[in-house]
């Protein structure tokens, strides 16, 4: 087993971040896996033929992408702690992969080919200049597969941040990182994040804390490790949650198929811009749907800090519960 080991002043110094690289590496890997993802049905239809185009006419992206799609190990220059909270930018990360050295990207790239599970792709890598390469590589990666879809996923990844913050004031950080799993992860006698069954070492997180990182695709979670700065890069809530539904479902019977969006999504507490973001509708939309739901107690606003955070009531919970359980 393989433990994430935190000093007491690094539990209290835990935090949460946005990273656009991890986002685009979690993307480009489920396309590379061609594994279709509840809640980017549309955009892997829509992109899956392009990136297979591109790794034809791109030998490193032909190269790294497979071997991240099929490693237990990451090169550590795809998978770095953040460096700036939310505001961390996609350019700063990628002029940080840009930096490394042929002779560290090849030392790293032959790691991750020891751990992968399946042959590599090697000839690339007597290209020069490949950090630079790498870091031109993933910027197309970014501006054509990941930025034209970013505001609704840059709204999943903060609403899972306001979640779990919140689950930080009222629960405790050991909460909040057992929440991030479906399985028991933490483990309270050695102060510690269980991260994998496998027999690897121990990572040590000192006084400078822990960055959470969200993205919105599915899976496992990964660590970005630059020692003291020790990043952990997992799945968010609520993708997919059935934003989409069809117009014979009950649910959208009754409220009306935007409402019925609505509601569903509001399994998630959400802002209104977030609701805006995720399901491509405008905010005046967002907001006269739930004043019709706030006035039948379906929903609640509550305000945290300068936004409205709206949820379901139990009523709201109810409704749900009644009318998406199949019947006999």
């Given at each position: ?220 979670w990964w660590t970005c490790e630059q020692p003291p700065r020790y990043a952990l890069v997992y799945p968010a809530r609520g993708v997919g949650t059935g934003g989409h539904c069809a117009e014979s ?80």
């Open positions: 087993m393989t433990l994430l080991k935190l000093t007491a002043e690094a539990l209290t110094r835990c935090r949460f971040a946005l990273s656009p690289l991890a986002e685009t590496i979690g993307a480009l890997i489920t396309l590379q896996r061609r594994h279709i993802l509840p809640g980017h049905e549309t955009w892997h239809a829509r992109y899956l033929t392009d990136y297979e185009h591109w790794l034809t006419r791109d030998p490193v992206a032909a190269g790294l992408l497979p071997l991240i799609a099929a490693t237990k190990r990451f090169p550590d220059l795809v998978a770095q702690p953040p460096q700036d909270g939310s505001g961390t930018r996609i350019s700063d990360e990628l002029s940080s992969v840009a930096a490394h050295s042929d002779a560290q990207v090849r030392a790293m790239v032959a790691a991750s080919i020891e751990a992968s599970w399946q042959p590599q792709q090697t000839g690339w890598l007597t290209l020069d200049g490949l950090g630079p390469r790498i870091a031109d590589m993933l910027r197309y990666g970014w501006e054509h597969f990941i930025a034209p879809d970013w505001v609704r996923r840059r709204a999943i990844i903060e609403r899972d941040i306001t979640y779990r913050t919140t689950l930080v004031a009222e629960h405790g950080w050991q909460h909040a990182i057992e929440s991030l799993r479906t399985r028991p992860v933490w483990s309270p006698e050695d102060t510690a994040i269980r991260f994998s069954n496998q027999a690897l070492p121990d990572r040590e997180i000192t006084d400078d804390g822990l960055i959470l990182v969200p993205r919105t695709t599915g899976g496992g479902d009950a649910l959208a019977t009754l409220l009306g198929t935007g409402r019925a969006r609505i509601v569903r999504e509001l399994i998630q507490p959400a802002t209104t811009t977030q609701l805006a973001a995720i399901l491509s509708l405008s905010l005046g939309t967002v907001g006269a749907h739930l004043s019709v739901l706030r006035d039948a107690d379906i929903v609640t606003g509550t305000r945290t800090g300068k936004n409205v955070v709206y949820r379901l009531t139990d009523r709201g919970e109810r409704l749900v519960t009644i009318l998406t359980t199949p019947t006999r």
